[in-house]
């Protein structure tokens, strides 16, 4: 049976393409290309990443059409996976511009990756405010911090201040300061992987 992909509603485009039409899940791409693409240019300057974002927000949502029974919008659901995509994007960033000092333990020199989804949300413009997901995680685990813990926490995360500044700040000796801080990192990874166990297993299991 011929379809009239113009004419076809997205649910009618979906229906198709679970049952073979590559075309229809072409044509569902081209419908929304647009759109996505001035998603992403809001918050990301760079041509070439807003490229591949929207890229890999398609690839990602045509393989979950394959694999899943789709009762939704497909717009909604579309822009849901946007949100996804570009959050690991920004995750990934991060980890690039952080600043934290080689662990006493971790005789490497890298950074944890624990540490890294603690780091301060970038104030970069081309960033805007997609990265709600890991500020909101942030702000739930602050909440379960001693005042000592999380003054430490934020001089060293939202000033990234040395733990020199902050025993000069606080009046406590540097490796104190230290200590403290890495309590609170695994306090973090426990934390994390009690309450979100995939975000817990896609960040810091990848790097053992």
């Not at 992403?40 to 070439?48: D, L, N």
């Not at 929207?54 to 579309?78: D, G, I, P, Y």
């Not at 970038?122 to 739930?140: F, K």
């Given at each position: 049976?011929?379809?009239?992909?113009?004419?076809?509603?997205?649910?009618?485009?979906?229906?198709?393409?679970?049952?073979?039409?590559?075309?229809?899940?072409?044509?569902?791409?081209?419908?929304?290309?647009?759109?996505?693409?001035?998603?992403?240019?809001?918050?990301?300057?760079?041509?070439?990443?807003?490229e591949d974002l929207?890229?890999?927000?398609?690839?990602?949502?045509?393989?979950?059409?394959?694999?899943?029974?789709?009762?939704?919008?497909?717009?909604?659901?579309?822009?849901?996976?946007?949100?996804?995509?570009?959050?690991?994007?920004?995750?990934?960033?991060?980890?690039?511009?952080?600043?934290?000092?080689?662990?006493?333990?971790?005789?490497?020199?890298?950074?944890?990756?624990?540490?890294?989804?603690?780091?301060?949300?970038?104030?970069?413009?081309?960033?805007?405010?997609?990265?709600?997901?890991?500020?909101?995680?942030?702000?739930r685990f602050e909440?379960?911090?001693?005042?000592?813990?999380?003054?430490?926490?934020?001089?060293?995360q939202n000033k990234?201040?040395?733990?020199?500044?902050?025993?000069?700040?606080?009046?406590?000796?540097?490796?104190?300061?230290?200590?403290?801080?890495?309590?609170?990192?695994?306090?973090?990874?426990?934390?994390?992987?009690?309450?979100?166990?995939?975000?817990?297993?896609?960040?810091?299991?990848?790097?053992?």
């Amino acid at each position: 049976m011929l379809i009239d992909y113009k004419k076809s509603s997205d649910a009618q485009l979906v229906q198709a393409y679970q049952k073979g039409d590559e075309e229809a899940g072409n044509v569902l791409c081209q419908r929304y290309w647009n759109a996505l693409y001035r998603f992403f240019k809001k918050r990301i300057r760079k041509k070439e990443d807003v490229e591949d974002l929207v890229q890999e927000t398609f690839l990602e949502a045509l393989k979950t059409l394959r694999e899943t029974r789709f009762r939704r919008s497909f717009q909604a659901w579309l822009y849901t996976i946007a949100k996804r995509v570009v959050g690991r994007w920004v995750r990934a960033q991060q980890r690039l511009f952080v600043l934290l000092d080689e662990d006493p333990e971790n005789k490497s020199g890298q950074m944890l990756l624990e540490e890294a989804l603690l780091a301060p949300i970038t104030t970069q413009p081309e960033h805007g405010t997609i990265d709600d997901e890991i500020g909101d995680i942030r702000r739930r685990f602050e909440r379960t911090l001693s005042s000592k813990e999380s003054v430490v926490f934020r001089l060293r995360q939202n000033k990234n201040m040395t733990f020199k500044e902050i025993g000069q700040e606080l009046n406590i000796k540097p490796n104190t300061a230290k200590v403290r801080y890495h309590r609170v990192v695994t306090s973090f990874k426990a934390w994390l992987e009690k309450h979100y166990p995939d975000i817990y297993y896609s960040f810091i299991k990848e790097g053992e």
